[in-house]
């Protein structure tokens, strides 16, 4: 596999970055996951409208425009001959070198890596099937709204809720559901509302979210942004889950209490549908 570092494309193995990034040290990096079908990028404007955003958060350099990520992404591709899957971009601050907490000079340049990862996205299990989640608290920090690196505790909640029997783990927060530990959280009410929590701090302003927001309204569903609990989504029509990688998943049961009839929702599966259709038309 060849992947992108700094400027260069090399072999896997010979990709290196500082044991000093600040990346690896303090988890000082923001990141973007885009989606590929076809050989080509799905809402790919969107993902780099949000890195502009999460890397000006934290004054990280973003030294490149949008045209030249895209020049990058496309031939990471192109060299791996990537047809389904996702690539993935990580920005960090970099490092003057030694460890410190304070930020180095605006000089110091940012690292950049980039990867591409073969994997079937359309025709994944769980999106024909849907998936079983878990709840977990919510103990991230609280500026969820910036795409960081820092992902040891999603990553502890999904282990948890593997270890529940789960296939993915949801944030819940005061009784409220935030978001799942890598995707944003809908439900569909009886009275054929969807619901998807408002943005804020306390969540990841999704891509997907976004723009199954905008297919929503132009198949004329009632649409509201609210934050919603556990005990509502477990009574709920459906359920249903968006991100890059996952586009739109069903979600047919929550902490062993099963959504609607335990089947993907009608909904959900029209939504993912056509989310893959119009995406596919649209990519770069
Ligand atoms: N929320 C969290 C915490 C995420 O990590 C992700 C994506 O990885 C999402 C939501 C969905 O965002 P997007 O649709 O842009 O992939």
């Not at 996702?86 to 950049?112: E, I």
């Amino acid at each position: 596999r060849t992947v992108y570092v700094n400027g260069d494309y090399v072999a896997e193995r010979d990709a290196t970055v500082s044991i000093f990034d600040r990346g690896f040290m303090l988890a000082d990096g923001v990141y973007e996951v885009s989606s590929v079908l076809d050989g080509k990028l799905i809402d790919f404007p969107g993902h780099m409208g949000r890195l502009k955003r999460s890397a000006a958060a934290l004054e990280i350099a973003l030294p490149w425009d949008e045209e030249t990520l895209l020049a990058i992404h496309r031939e990471l591709i192109r060299r791996n001959a990537l047809d389904e899957g996702m690539v993935y971009l990580q920005l960090t601050r970099g490092s003057a070198g030694d460890r410190d907490f304070h930020y180095p000079d605006a000089d110091t340049q940012p690292t950049l890596v980039l990867f591409t990862q073969a994997k079937p996205l359309v025709d994944a299990r769980s999106g024909r099937e849907g998936i079983r989640v878990a709840t977990q608290p919510d103990w991230r920090w609280a500026r969820r709204d910036i795409k960081t690196v820092q992902l040891l505790y999603p990553a502890m909640a999904k282990m948890a809720a593997k270890a529940a029997g789960a296939d993915d783990a949801w944030l819940v927060e005061d009784g409220m559901v935030t978001e799942g530990a890598s995707n944003n959280v809908w439900m569909l009410t009886h009275d054929a509302t969807l619901v998807t929590r408002e943005l804020s701090s306390a969540i990841l302003p999704g891509i997907t979210r976004a723009a199954v927001m905008t297919l929503a309204e132009a198949l004329s569903l009632q649409l509201e942004e609210r934050a919603f609990s556990v005990e509502e989504a477990q009574q709920a029509r459906e359920c249903f889950v968006t991100s890059a990688s996952s586009f739109v998943t069903p979600v047919i049961a929550i902490d062993g209490v099963s959504v609607g009839d335990g089947h993907p929702g009608e909904v959900a599966q029209r939504l993912r549908a056509a989310y893959i259709e119009v995406s596919r038309r649209r990519a770069l």
